[in-house]
């Protein structure tokens, strides 16, 4: 069996970075090792997820350009929820930007909001049935 167990964000900074992903996104810390060269090993993922970020901060000028834009302006990341009208409340109260209001379409319940650094992110309640 083959599967994702992480993927890179590449951040400003680990502890603004942390402060987010478990504020008002709710996710849980899972790991954070210093790496003993000023780097460390930053994981969050959503609680009770299997698959989660490794928050990697920049470490040079391209990095640094990629911060906020790892996608390229479109949506790149997909958080699923069993309850958009908690989640999406939670963040709201967390200051966390939505770019529109929820929307109902076929697929479910979406609303695309912003991370920290302006990646472009879908909050999803897939529909039923």
Known sequence: MSYIALVTLVVRDYDEAI???TG???FELVEDT???DGS???VVRPRGAAGGLLLARAADDAQRASVGAQTGGRVG???YTDD???DHARMLAGGVRFQDGPRHEPYGTVAVFEDLYGNRWDLLQPATG
Do not use: N
Request: no cysteine.
């Open 24 to 26: 008002p996104l709710g």
């Open 77 to 79: 990341f997909f958080l």
């Open 84 to 86: 958009f009208a908690r």
């Open 34 to 36: 210093d790496r003993g």
């Open 19 to 21: 402060a987010f992903y």
């Open 40 to 42: 460390r090993w930053v």
